[in-house]
């Protein structure tokens, strides 16, 4: 690979995402999906919400295989949760329940991926030993 070429992902493997943004409670948080890399939708996200920037900032992510189903599984989820059904934006949320979640619905090769993730990262330890004890 060259190295101004970009690295493609296959079409069925995008990133789920938890973002926060600046001037929003502590525990209101988006849940999303995104083909490419988070970065580039949080930029995406100030430059269309209107309000100037906003500072989004992702507080987890992982890579899955057909994220759009499974941002809608995490949506179903957290329903109860949901600010409004036709936003992505949920109360009372923290990264810790954000991965119950995800425990909750994902596909046991995912769950795989993200624990390697996790310790790579060095992540929090009791979010890695969470996800160790499922």
């Known amino acids: 690979m060259q190295t101004n070429e970009k690295k493609q992902f296959p079409k069925t493997r995008g990133q789920i995402y938890l ?3 600046d001037g929003y409670r502590k525990d209101f948080m988006k849940i999303g999906f995104t083909m490419r890399h ?7 996200l100030d430059k269309s919400s209107g309000q100037g ?3 989004y900032n992702v507080l987890a992510r992982f890579y899955v295989k057909n994220p759009k ?12 949760d949901r600010q409004d059904t ?6 009372n949320m923290s990264i810790e329940r954000f991965y119950e979640g995800v425990l909750h619905n994902a596909h046991i090769s995912d769950i795989k991926l ?17 996800i160790e004890v499922y």
């Open 114 to 130: 993200l624990l390697k993730r996790l310790i790579r990262e060095s992540y929090d330890q009791s979010i890695i030993s969470m």
């Open 86 to 91: 036709r936003r992505e934006w949920f109360n």
């Open 69 to 80: 189903q499974f941002e809608k599984k995490l949506h179903c989820y957290f329903d109860s």
């Open 19 to 21: 973002a926060t943004a």
């Open 53 to 55: 920037t906003k500072g």
């Open 38 to 44: 988070t970065d580039t939708r949080m930029t995406e």
